[in-house]
């Protein structure tokens, strides 16, 4: 017998760019200036607008951003820095690029962000810093983690990729840390196609973080064409890590119509959790605890693999067999072969995050996902649960 065809087909991730930042895209082109100059510039400051936070550089990536935030904290290499097992590998990498050694502390298994107690278990007198992570858009509990450092005297660096837009008691993420780094991946809920930026409402940080980003290098070539002066000095040693005109230029389109696309991603997880709210037998849905706003980025479910007879990958080809693409977020870094021969890393230290990962199930999020399509996720989780509940 024939399998029944797919009702829909309902990517993970779609994107329409914007037709204001095709405009600003050609207007980039037609100034014969590709390398970073005013759209950049510009850039940083609508997203400084945005997040309320005065200062911010845009750098080529959220990892860039990440590596370079600690790099100018000072103090990193030689000693550790307290983060995430549940996180892209992103995090770690920037760690190791700064000189640190990354030590990992288990999650909440209800918001998947850093447990403030597992993080104090961590520091130790060899700590330089704490890097939490803001996973699919729930902000971490700031308020704890920077009791923690405070008492420590740590800086606390944020890998915010998934959550701008995300907020603690209405105050973006940059004002509850001392830097929070953005990714503008192109699945990001703010896209410049590639790209990061780091904020912070310190300008000495954000000073340091430019310099390293453009070589350590005293000006740009942009600031030396608009003096008219040729000379500069090396005054760090950096890297090449600045932010092309034309990303920033997608950026400055995209940042455009960011509120309504924030207002589809809310829409859209509000309709799962209304539909899926009579599915709580088979699924865990996503927390958004008191005084959070998240951000959407990624609606992450977890299954409730006792009550069903098949496990997460059995469950994600069911979905595709029925036109639906899922994901997992993500793949603990204890489970990476590098990282776990690197760092003698096993699951056992880390119980809610071996719980949580193994569950996981990433839904389709993004902002023109329609109405219908959310119903239709829906309604093949119900029509798998049924199948296969115990």
Known sequence: ???????????????????????????????????????????????????????????????????????????VPGREVVTTPYTFVATVEAILLAGGTPVFADIDPHTLTIDPDAAARKVGKKTAAVVPVDIAGHPCDYPRLNDLCGAHNLPLVADAAHAIGGAYRRRAIPKLCDAAVYSFYSTKNLTAGEGGMAVSRHK????????????????????????????????AFGWKANMAELSAAVGLGEIERF???????????????????????YVVLPTEAPDCTHSWHLYIIKLRTEALRIG?????????????????????????????????LSARPFPNAEWAWRRAVTLPLYPTLAAADVDYVCACIAEIAAQFRR
């Open 1 to 75: 017998m024939r399998k029944k065809r797919a009702e829909r087909r309902v990517p993970l991730f779609d994107l329409a760019v914007s037709p204001a930042a095709r405009r600003y895209v050609n207007d980039a082109l037609a100034s014969g200036w590709l390398t970073a100059g005013p759209k950049v510039k510009a850039f940083e400051a609508a997203v400084a607008r945005l997040t309320g936070v005065r200062h911010a550089a845009a750098v080529a990536s959220g990892t860039q951003g990440l590596h370079l935030a600690l790099a100018a904290c000072g103090g």
């Open 204 to 235: 000495e940080l954000i000073d340091r973080i430019r310099l390293l980003a453009r070589h350590g290098l005293t000006s740009s070539t942009y600031e030396r064409k608009l003096s008219n002066r040729w000379e500069y000095d090396a005054v």
């Open 259 to 281: 509120g309504a696309n924030q207002r589809a991603r809310a829409a859209a997880a509000a309709r799962y959790r209304r539909h899926l709210a009579a599915l709580a037998e």
């Open 312 to 344: 997460r990958d059995r469950f994600i080809r069911e979905m595709a067999a029925r036109g639906v693409e899922c994901g997992v977020h993500y793949k603990p870094v204890y489970e990476l072969s590098w990282y776990r021969r690197a760092f003698d």
